[in-house]
């Protein structure tokens, strides 16, 4: 079929339209990943020299103890955000789709709200929770009378891993339920009629029939939960900078530290790369996970 | 079923209750550090929790004028504003080319813009510091602009892409025989068009400039140039213990975001979703 007059453009038209979003993405987005790779095999400490090194960088970042630490609290922050974020998100949604529940309206405002602070301000106001002489935390335990188990969170080693997560889960809970909503409006009224007639309970009904029906929806909202999980920084930044010692640090604030504190940017340009490669490698690998239980 | 019939109600008084409570949980922590910015340190001290007893807006100026905070408002301001035109300039643009148009890497040139939505941006931070200090754009008034269009182009150019090419080709067509040129068409018909999808994009980029961090925090080093959440951190080194200055700061930085919240709330939660749903 021949395409009217009106859908044909010059070339000159078309890179006025593209040439300069093309231009300012790429110098962003797609450079920095070349000259971040370059810089990785080289010694370089923000000096006017640069040696080439080789592999060496990486071979140092394969046993980097720090490295894989912060790579595990990733995958801690990742599963705990997965199972707890996503499964609460499921129950809310089974819950708006029912009859039952009234104000919709509002409490999908509430729980959204939060999606659309900034990183640091949450951060701070956690940090104050957690806090030990002025908390809310501790304030309500004090409440209940369980005086025992005050202490000051965020000092201790063994647990913040799970306490910076907290807020994680918190913050960004209205997107996945906002995402099952619209994929639940999809799902035709009559099913869930023809299911009620056969004496479906709300459980069985979220087990048999919104679950499997959203169930394409839940890999796509898993694997956004995964590249965004894997590079968490802002928050922890401000709420513990890593600490105490290396027990909260995460890939995206161990690349800052190296590089920045340390000014080993040679070996930070590593540790990006790294960062890049893992959390890609466990998108994948869960692309294909995704895949198999489905066939 | 007669008897059932109050039971009945009072499960579905516990269950409202219940989603209530949990509602309520989730903004809690917003509403303290709004009622607490309103009492003095010593009554904050003293109890974390109670409400203020006489509400009062001293933290305010103390953040306002002596934590400089004015400075990071117009900092975080400008930026936002540069980067919703622009963001919205561009985007118009690519996406108009994108859907109205068949040629040579249509199909490439679109894929790598979506694919930016996969991007691990923060990943950027230490190679994107590297390249800026080599190109001599490190800490310039302009420097955090470049980053903060770049990194929000792909999802306008998926929303609009997709808007455009629900719109009818013939409409193009139709303002062609009467002489309309391209230009025309493109910004006095498709453009009003588009206003939902537009509506949404300069939401989202507001909000994500007004509140970006990292990139503020790596690429300038002027306090003039710095943004609202570094300002936070940097107040928060100054006033640590001050803990109810700071959050009257934090209060202040919010409340933009809460009005466009709770003006637009329907356009960001529809533009945040949108990507996952059609992918």
Known sequence: ?295 | MSIRQPFRKLGKLAFNVGMAIFSFACVFPIIWIIYSSLKTKDEFMLNAVKLPAHPEFRNYYKAFVEGKMAHYFISSGLNSVIAVVVVVFLSFCAAYALSRFRFRFRNAIYTFFIAGMLIPVYGLLVPLFLQFKQFGLYDKFYTLIIPYIAIRLPLPIFLLESYIRSVPVELDEAAHMDGASKFYSMTRILFPICRPAIATIVILVFLDTWNEFPFSLVLVTNEAFKTLPVGLTNFYGQYTSDYTTLMAAMVLSILPVLAVYLAFYKYIIQGMTAGAVKG
């Not at chain 1, 010059?10 to 810089?39: C, D, E, K, N, T």
């Not at chain 1, 980097?64 to 499964?87: A, P, Y």
């Not at chain 1, 659309?116 to 935390?137: E, K, N, P, R, T």
């Not at chain 1, 590249?227 to 604030?253: D, E, K, R």
Request: a positive charge; one cysteine or more; glycine letters at 8%.
């Open chain 1, 1 to 295: 079929m021949n395409r009217s007059t009106s859908l044909k453009i010059s070339r000159l038209g078309l890179i006025g339209l593209l040439g300069p979003s093309l231009a300012i993405y790429a110098f962003v987005m797609i450079v920095p990943l070349f000259l971040s790779f370059y810089y990785s095999l080289t010694d370089w400490m923000g000096g006017p020299t640069k040696t080439f090194i080789g592999l060496h960088n990486y071979e140092l970042l394969l046993k980097d103890e720090d490295f894989w630490h912060s790579f595990k609290n990733n995958v801690i922050i990742l599963i705990l955000t997965l199972i707890v974020q996503l499964g609460l998100a499921f129950l809310l949604t089974t819950l708006f789709v029912s009859k039952t529940m009234r104000l919709k309206e509002l409490h999908r405002t509430v729980i959204f709200f939060p999606v659309v602070l900034s990183a640091v301000v949450v951060g701070f106001v956690w940090q104050m929770i957690y806090s030990h002489d002025y908390g809310v935390l501790n304030a309500v335990l004090k409440f209940m009378g369980l005086e025992s188990a005050i202490r000051p969170w965020l000092d201790d080693p063994k647990i913040v891993i799970y306490l910076v997560t907290a807020p994680l889960i918190w913050q960004y809970l209205g997107v996945p339920l906002m995402i099952f909503m619209s994929a639940v409006q999809g799902i035709p009224k009559d099913i869930y009629e023809t299911c009620e007639l056969d004496g479906c309970t709300g459980f069985k009904k979220a087990r048999y029939i919104t679950f499997p029906l959203i169930y394409d929806t839940i890999k796509v909202v898993m694997m956004l939960s995964i590249s965004s999980n894997m590079l968490v920084f802002s928050h922890i930044y401000v709420m513990t900078g890593g600490g105490p010692g290396t027990s909260s640090m995460v890939l995206a604030q161990y690349a800052y530290k190296t590089s920045f504190s340390s000014m080993q940017l040679g070996y930070g340009s590593a540790v990006t790369i790294g960062m890049f490669i893992l959390s890609f490698g466990i998108v994948i690998l869960f692309k294909r996970l995704a895949e198999v239980r489905n066939s």
